[in-house]
């Protein structure tokens, strides 16, 4: 059982910076693969990005090159730095982890955080 407990979100100008943190609790940490989820009004749950317990890296394309994804396993941490900020990334982030790459990507995994809201005006 891993309980996810995320932090960070604000609001921020357009070009602006932020970094999300979510912390997790629970046995065998850093056997869990992890990822970023987030969900604007009116849309679906998007995939951001994820990191595998190994610390391999995945990015949704629209991020790429403006997001960083890690993870210090010894603080049973996840980071998100987000630089380069647009209003189209103003969206409810979630954080997510389970045993499965797979269903991490897929939006399926297991465990979720509560949500932080992100918002970045312009």
């Known amino acids: 059982q891993v309980q996810l407990v995320e932090s960070g979100g604000g609001l921020v100008q357009a070009g602006g910076s932020l970094r999300l943190s979510c912390a997790a609790s629970?046995?065998?940490?850093?056997?869990?693969?992890l990822g970023w989820f987030r969900q604007a009004p009116g849309k679906e749950r998007e995939f951001v990005t994820a990191?595998?317990?190994?610390?391999?890296?995945v990015y949704a394309d629209v991020v790429k090159g403006r997001f960083t994804i890690s993870r210090d396993n010894a603080k049973n941490t996840m980071y998100l730095q987000m630089n380069s900020l647009k209003p189209e990334d103003t969206a409810v982030y979630y954080c997510?982890?389970?045993?499965?790459?797979?269903?991490?990507?897929?939006?399926?995994?297991?465990?979720w955080g509560q949500g932080t809201q992100v918002t970045v005006s312009s």
């Open positions: 990191i595998a317990w190994s610390g391999s890296t």
């Open positions: 629970g046995r065998t940490f850093r056997s869990y693969h």
């Open positions: 997510t982890a389970d045993y499965s790459h797979t269903r991490v990507v897929s939006g399926s995994g297991d465990y």
